[in-house]
Structure formats: structure tokens, C-alpha cells
């Protein structure tokens, strides 16, 4: 009898291509396995000089935040003003100033606070395309203004005032002529509120008298009027700490020279700070905000005009019972003495120029909704002026 035996070399080929299959199977599992290795330490090594970058950015930042921004800074682009290596760090960086409205543009961001921006930008690794990450510090941003109650407003316990009829707390328009030079230069400086026009209070002083009348009202203890005075004062204590800070180019002291204060054009407005006895001579026209500092006198001698707010620090003083002076706008006094009961102190004093504000001669202070609402142009220090350094990163 003959036995069949199988076909040994069908078997032998099938055993091979399965063998082919396994290691074709492993080999592609060793490669997968060794690309997801290679991956993960790709994006390790990207999130490391992602972080480096990052770094880089903030360092840069830190190092130039007491750095003015250019004065004038496009709508619609980065004013780029610094690059250069960090020291410490494998990385470099480039830093530049842009307004919001670019930015939201630039990096898609739904919402962003009004203001200037540092823009820093750091780069790390080699080669022609570095990673790189950005951060925005925000470090001027519109002032907040508080509400204007009255055309002069003083804060302190003994407060007082002889204003006499030099006050007029009527809406009036800026007059057509911003610089008036002597009595001959009048025509045009002065402007009459409209029939109807809108008013605000000549005057508010939040003293003693005050606080005493106050606390006779809906029976309120002295604890919750002073809270009331307190909440009311506040604002522009914040308001004069958002300030720029003072230096050279925006501050007048006793050296400063005639033809060195002043604006050609109410365009120009923007923060003065006057520091020491500072006498404004026939001409001097300013626009936005005059802060007269602790120690500073401000007076007038000839015909001077200002458009905005005069923020009195404690300590200072102004001098205005003579010469020829239009304010449009306001005047806010802050005084060291808090309100207290039991020390009155009369709203007119006849004691001239012992009062904190006397006005007389061919002044005149008058209420101006335009003057008030012009100052909201003008950009506060935010961070420059020792506010909380808030970062911002972007893709």
C-alpha cells in the first residue's frame, strides 16, 4: 500500500509568510513606538523653549518697564523700540508698543482694556524659526475720571472759601481763542453759557460743617458720613496716583523760565505737575490736568487760561485773588484734616486770604462739559505709575 504524504514545501512557504507577517508587524510597531518617542521629545523640547521664550519675554519686560512709550504710537501698528539677548537665559527678545485696538486685530482677542501696551516678545533655539511666545503689559490706560460735582470741591475738615460771584457752575463752551495775551487779546477768551444749558454746584466743601450737617440728616451717625466722605474723596486720591510721574518735561518749578510754560494748542493737553512758587505770566495757556503738588504755590500775574481739572495735593496752595485767570472745567482740593463734629468751620470765610481758595480781580472759574470730557484722551500710568504688573500671553 502506498502512503501520501503532504506537500512539505506548501508547509515550509506558509510557515515563511507568517513568520514575514510577525516581523513585518514588529517592525512596524518598533518604528511607531520609536516616532512616538522621537515626538514626545520634540514636544518636550518645544515646551522647553516655549518656557524659555516665555521667560525671555517676562525678563525683558521687567527690565524695561520703567521705560516711557513713544509719544506718538500708531492705531494700527507695534512701534518696535528694543531687542537684545538675555543673559541668563539661551533666549533673546523684542520689545515694541501698540494701542488695543491693533492687538485685538493682530492676535484675534475678543476683549482687551483701552490703553498702551508693552509688547514683548521672546524667541528661543536655533536655526531661522525660533519658538517664540508673547506677553502684553499694559502700562498707561485711560484715567477713569471721577464725576465732577462741582466747579471747586475741597476735601478736608477745615475747608474753606471766598469766591464772591467768580464762580459760574453753567455748561460753557471753550472760548475760540486757546493763548490770550493782555487786555487786548481778550476778544474771544471768554465765553457766556447758553440759555438752558446744564449746571453742576459752584461749590462743595466736605468739612466740618458739612460732616455736622450731614449727620443731622435721617439720623446717620458720624461713622457713616465719614464712610460717605471717604468713598467720595477716594477716587481722586486713585486719580492723582494713575498719573504719569513727574519729570522734567511735564513738571514747572521756580526755574522754570516764562516762555517755557504753556501750549501752543489745546491739542497738546496732557498732565503738568507745578513744584515750588510758579507764577503764570500773561499767555500762559495749559490744557488737562495741573496739579499744584505738597509745597507748590500757584498764582497769576497778567492773563493765563487753563481747559481741564486743577488737582491741589495736600500741602498745596493756590494764589488767585488778583490777576486775569479763566479756568474751564474744575478744581479739586485735597486737605490732610479729615471732618470731625464739634469744630465748624463757616463754608465763607471773611478772612481773605486765609481761606483755601480766594478768587477776586478778573478771575473767573466756570463749569465746561467739553473741557471735562476732553481729559478722557489722556492716557494714566497704569503700570508706570506703580500699578499691579498684570501679563498677558498671546498665541
Known amino acids: 500500500m502506498t502512503m501520501m504524504m503532504p506537500n512539505a514545501g506548501r508547509q515550509d512557504g506558509m510557515a515563511l509568510m507568517i513568520v514575514l507577517t510577525l516581523m513585518a508587524m514588529g517592525s512596524m510597531i518598533g518604528v511607531s513606538m520609536f516616532?512616538?518617542?522621537?515626538?514626545?521629545?520634540?514636544?518636550?523640547?518645544?515646551q522647553r523653549l516655549g518656557t524659555l521664550?516665555?521667560?525671555?519675554?517676562?525678563?525683558?519686560?521687567?527690565?524695561?518697564?520703567?521705560?516711557?512709550?513713544?509719544?506718538?504710537?500708531p492705531a494700527?501698528?507695534?512701534?518696535?523700540?528694543?531687542?537684545g539677548e538675555i543673559s541668563s537665559l539661551p533666549a533673546s527678545y523684542r520689545l515694541g508698543y501698540a494701542k488695543e485696538v491693533h492687538l485685538k486685530e493682530r492676535y484675534s482677542l475678543e476683549a482687551l482694556g483701552k490703553g498702551t501696551y508693552m509688547v514683548a516678545v521672546g524667541y528661543a533655539g536655533a536655526?531661522?524659526?525660533?519658538?517664540?511666545?508673547?506677553?502684553?503689559?499694559?502700562?498707561?490706560?485711560?484715567?477713569?475720571?471721577?464725576?465732577?460735582?462741582?466747579?471747586?470741591?475741597?476735601f478736608g475738615g477745615d475747608c474753606t472759601a471766598s469766591t464772591g460771584n467768580h464762580i459760574d457752575g453753567e455748561d460753557h463752551p471753550l472760548p475760540e481763542v486757546f493763548q490770550c495775551k493782555g487786555n487786548g487779546g481778550r476778544k474771544g477768551c471768554k465765553t457766556t453759557a447758553p440759555a438752558g444749558a446744564p449746571s453742576i454746584d459752584e461749590m462743595r466743601l466736605y468739612n466740618d460743617e458739612w460732616l455736622s450737617s450731614e449727620s443731622d440728616k435721617a439720623d446717620q451717625d458720624e461713622a457713616q458720613v465719614l464712610g460717605e466722605y471717604a468713598d467720595k474723596r477716594e477716587p481722586w486720591e486713585l486719580l492723582l496716583a494713575s498719573l504719569p510721574r513727574p519729570d522734567s518735561?511735564?513738571?514747572?518749578?521756580?526755574?522754570?523760565?516764562?516762555?517755557?510754560?504753556?501750549?501752543?494748542?489745546?491739542?497738546?493737553?496732557?498732565?503738568?505737575?507745578v513744584d515750588g512758587n510758579v507764577k503764570f505770566n500773561g499767555g500762559t495757556a495749559t490744557s488737562g490736568i495741573l496739579v499744584v503738588r505738597d509745597g507748590a504755590v500757584l498764582s497769576v500775574n497778567g492773563t493765563a487760561h487753563h481747559e481741564g481739572i486743577i488737582l491741589v495735593e495736600e500741602g498745596g496752595r493756590v494764589d488767585l485773588a488778583n490777576g486775569t485767570y479763566d479756568l474751564y472745567g474744575g478744581m479739586v482740593m485735597l486737605k490732610p484734616k479729615a471732618p470731625s463734629l464739634g469744630d465748624e468751620k463757616p463754608a465763607?470765610?471773611?478772612a481773605g486770604r486765609s481761606s483755601d481758595l480766594v478768587l477776586g480781580g478778573n478771575i473767573r472759574f466756570a463749569y465746561s462739559s467739553e473741557a471735562w470730557e476732553s481729559l478722557e484722551s489722556i492716557q494714566g500710568g497704569d503700570t508706570l505709575g506703580g500699578g499691579v504688573i498684570n501679563w498677558r500671553e498671546v498665541p
Not at 517676562?58 to 504710537?73: F, G, Q, R
Request: proline content about 6%; charged content about 25%; aromatic content about 6%.
Open 35 to 46: 516616532q512616538s518617542a522621537l515626538l514626545d521629545e520634540r514636544i518636550a523640547g518645544n
Open 53 to 73: 521664550a516665555r521667560m525671555a519675554a517676562e525678563n525683558a519686560a521687567l527690565d524695561w518697564l520703567d521705560a516711557s512709550p513713544p509719544n506718538t504710537i
Open 348 to 350: 465763607e470765610s471773611d
Open 249 to 273: 518735561g511735564n513738571t514747572y518749578d521756580s526755574n522754570t523760565k516764562k516762555q517755557e510754560m504753556g501750549m501752543a494748542s489745546r491739542d497738546e493737553r496732557g498732565v503738568i505737575y
Open 127 to 154: 536655526g531661522e524659526n525660533p519658538i517664540s511666545r508673547t506677553v502684553l503689559v499694559r502700562v498707561e490706560a485711560p484715567l477713569g475720571l471721577p464725576p465732577l460735582e462741582a466747579v471747586f470741591t475741597c
Open 76 to 83: 494700527d501698528d507695534v512701534t518696535w523700540e528694543y531687542d
